[in-house]
């Protein structure tokens, strides 16, 4: 389970990497239970739904399943026993028998916290563990401030990942229009026009209470509304500076001003929010590749050799790495030579390491020594030497070449290397 202090888009990567173990997991029948427990909801109210289980589940025809399945649900009571009650954002167990071949099984336990809360208790018998509660939370939880307004109300909100929040709704005591003439025209306009001022800026008071305590996680704020009001807000800069700096354009017509008008923000911006995640993906990669067409000048290393070396040198200064790298860094003991050797390897291929002989002496006795994933390891590298990684996705064409063309893995660096070909050995000569 990630820390609050880890990085946010390393955060993402291990619980996609988690999920993505879990869902690797087959039953040989309707042997994997999954269990979701929401924020409070009482630990003795689970016990007891679990407790009926056991004992329904002594009707399994089959002798094995019967027995898997039991097992499970002991080992889900010896669990849920050691929660006084769920975590702030619930928990999810994952416990069964999963399928190894040859007619065997070995028992799994998985507990995930995930990253937003669950909102709904759910109990799950099946062949694979249930995953989609957990699955629409994979992407980085951005947040965005929302505000919805015309001179009679406004709402204020965060949209947080794909979940829209209602925080703050207020009511304006703008008059409305009036059919008064001759002087009175006049006084009734300065009127209108001062209490307008004066919800403008109790608005802007609002969204600094709200948003400038968030304003260094704080993606932008989408600004929307009915009628030309909302643009009168932003051209006048009613906000705080540092809000005013963050909000989106274009601005966004809805036709409510409520917290439907907040979903309809979100549904008007939703195009415009993917856009801009993309666009600085895009900007990054089309910068790797302009620093790499200038060959022995360009701040530029792709590959794992290459980015080992600038990390090992400090002079990475933003690395790229492919969100959908999924590879391992081993380290393997040879128990009769005691030859130690690394390799980055696909999960799948660290078994076929373990089953070749020794590069040195040639006897099959290969061990496992150590095993650090190797995204991980990019990401504490990187801020250990002052460095920022960033995940790349693969729905553009660029995230798609950093992944083909350049083995999932860039650095930007902060100067160039010292000497003619400082990250490419050259082939030998001869």
């Given amino acids: ?20 173990e879990i869902a690797q997991c087959r039953g040989r029948a309707t042997e994997l239970i999954s269990l979701y427990v929401p924020p409070g909801k009482q ?9 009926n289980e056991y004992a329904q589940s002594s009707n399994i025809k089959s002798r094995t399943t019967r027995k898997n399945v039991m097992w499970a649900i002991e080992s889900l009571m010896g669990r849920v026993r050691g929660f006084k009650e769920p975590p702030a954002n619930g928990v999810a167990f994952f416990v069964g028998s999963k399928a190894i071949g040859a007619d065997k099984s070995e028992p799994v336990t998985f507990i995930v916290e995930p990253p937003e809360p669950l909102h709904t208790y759910l109990y799950r018998c099946d062949s694979t563990f249930f995953l989609d509660p957990l699955l629409s939370m994979v992407h980085e939880p951005d947040l ?27 009511q304006s005591m703008v008059p409305s229009k009036h059919g008064r003439g001759g002087q009175s025209q006049h006084r009734f306009e300065r009127i209108i026009e001062h209490a307008a001022h004066d919800f403008f800026v109790k608005i802007a008071e609002m969204a600094g209470e709200i948003f400038l305590p968030k304003k260094d996680r704080l993606k932008g704020i989408l600004l929307g509304g009915p009628g030309a009001t909302k643009e009168y807000f932003y051209k006048e800069a009613y906000l705080h500076y540092e809000l005013q700096q963050k909000v989106v354009q274009p601005l966004f017509d809805t036709g409510y001003t ?11 911006a939703s195009q415009t929010l993917h856009g801009l995640e993309l666009t600085e993906e895009k900007r990054l990669v089309q910068r790797l590749l302009a620093e790499v067409r200038k060959a022995e000048t360009g701040l530029a290393a792709y590959g794992e050799a290459d980015v080992n070396r600038a990390l090992d040198l400090g002079a990475v200064d933003t690395l790229l790495i492919s969100e959908g790298l999924r590879r391992q860094r081993v380290t393997f003991r040879c128990t009769a030579c005691s030859t130690e050797f690394t390799r980055t390897l696909p999960d799948e291929e660290i078994d076929t390491v ?32 002052g460095a920022t990684a960033r995940l790349i996705s693969g729905e553009s064409e660029e995230g798609e070449m950093l992944t083909k063309g350049f083995g999932g893995i860039g650095a930007l660096l902060r100067y160039p290397l010292p000497s003619a070909a400082p990250l490419r050995a050259r082939p030998p000569s001869g």
Avoid: H
């Fill in 258 to 268: 409520d917290e439907y008008g907040l979903k309809e923000l979100v549904e008007k």
């Fill in 144 to 170: 965005w401030g929302l505000i919805v307004m015309d001179r009679a109300e406004v709402t204020l909100g965060m949209l947080r990942g794909k979940r829209t929040e209602s925080l703050r709704n207020r």
């Fill in 1 to 20: 389970m990630s820390t609050p202090s880890m990085d946010p888009q390393l955060a993402r990567y291990t619980f996609q990497r988690k999920l993505d």
């Fill in 354 to 385: 373990l089953d070749a002989p020794c590069p040195n002496c040639g006897q099959r006795q290969v061990t496992e020594a150590a095993n650090e994933d190797f995204v991980e390891g990019l990401f504490r590298r990187a801020s250990a030497s």
């Fill in 43 to 51: 630990v003795s109210d689970v016990m007891a739904y679990l407790r």
